[in-house]
């Protein structure tokens, strides 16, 4: 499977999010977690990756079988709101 730039990017950028799971790297681009695991050892720099995989390995959040929750998503309190592609004031 040939991945454009953009689409490395993304699964570089979900990798490092806490709550995506791989099941969703998997839905989206078709890509096992080992595969995630290879491009992300490909793409960035050792030292970087040492430090990605300290972080998910074992993380209940990226894997949706060891969640503590079935569905939703999180949402911090803080996080603003976005309506009509502008951010909502509070």
Known sequence: ME?????IDRIIEMAWEDRTTFDAIKFQFG???????????QEMKPSSFKMWRARVQGRATKHSKKRNFEEGRFKCSRQKSISNNSISKR
Do not use: N
Not at 3 to 7: G, Y
Not at 33 to 40: C, K, P, R, S, Y
């Open 3 to 7: 991945l454009t730039e953009i689409e």
């Open 31 to 41: 890509l096992k977690e080992q595969e995630v695991i290879t491009l992300m050892r």
